[in-house]
């Protein structure tokens, strides 16, 4: 099936559309944008720069995928953007592509960006996520997958966001998050485990209650950050290696960045 294209949309010359690529009133494609099969340009959408989007994508009217990056370092060349498939863009989005030449911003599969929401330039997005309209990612963060970001959250450059977790509404998230929890306030402090996210994807009971049995070593014993990490350390030589609740904190922790933890 060839790509339609509404008459009064602008292709550039040097644009790649797949089969079954829908194209509607009035929307923009750039001259090196990649569309995969089936994606969907609803009108007046603008999709630009070196911008890849896979198969099955909807982007809704007045989305803008793949404009230049905010960032005040920008020195030119060709950085870009890369977007896996299934996802869904709703009204009024952007996404920014990278800073630096050869660079990617990267959105990966099934996830939902709702209306006014905005990912920035050199993000890494996991899989699965469902960000709520009039939020924000800033540069550089990098967010795992099946996270949850509510209504209004702001998210600062360079923060990670670990699986399974959920951001309350209004938060401002200015320091990591780990996975499996959640987090609500300004600035955003760990509440209690994403107990409703977790029983939605499949863990069971008895990984919920070793998700608040960890919760509660790292957030209401009183112990430093050191403290508690040592103490999981050490109870994680003796349970389980395929313990998956454990580990992933663990695994988290251990690639940790400057920020810090919410």
């Not at 209504?151 to 499996?180: E, T």
Request: glycine letters at 12%; hydrophobic letters at 35%; aromatic letters at 8%.
């Amino acid at each position: 099936m060839v790509a339609q294209v509404h008459p009064t949309a602008i292709v550039e010359s040097g644009a790649e559309l797949d089969e079954g690529v829908i194209i509607g009133a009035y929307t923009i494609i750039g001259a090196k944008v990649r569309l995969g099969r089936g994606t969907e340009v609803r009108h007046h959408a603008t999709v630009e720069g070196l911008t890849e989007l896979g198969e099955g994508n909807v982007v809704y009217p007045y989305a803008y995928i793949g404009a230049k990056t905010h960032d005040l370092k920008f020195e030119g060349g060709d950085p870009g953007l890369k977007i896996g498939r299934y996802n869904t863009f709703r009204e009024y989005v952007t996404v920014h592509a990278a800073t630096n030449d050869g660079e990617f911003t990267v959105v990966g599969d099934h996830n939902v960006i709702l209306a006014y929401s905005h990912i920035a330039h050199d993000c890494s997005v996991g899989n699965n996520l469902v960000m709520s309209s009039h939020s924000a990612l800033g540069g550089h963060v990098a967010t795992g997958d099946h996270v949850n970001i509510g209504w209004g959250v702001g998210v600062h450059q360079f923060c990670r966001i670990g699986n399974y977790s959920m951001l309350s509404a209004c938060s401002k998230v200015v320091q990591d998050v780990l996975p499996l929890m959640l987090v609500d306030g300004s600035p955003a402090e760990h509440r209690s485990v994403n107990k409703v996210g977790l029983e939605r994807n499949g863990f069971s009971r008895n990984e919920i209650e070793r998700a608040r049995y960890i919760f509660k070593i790292l957030f209401k014993e009183g112990l430093n950050k050191s403290q508690a990490f040592e103490r999981l350390h050490s109870e994680n030589s003796s349970v389980d290696t395929d313990e998956r609740v454990l580990r992933t904190i663990l695994d988290f922790s251990e690639s940790a960045t400057d920020r810090g933890l919410a």
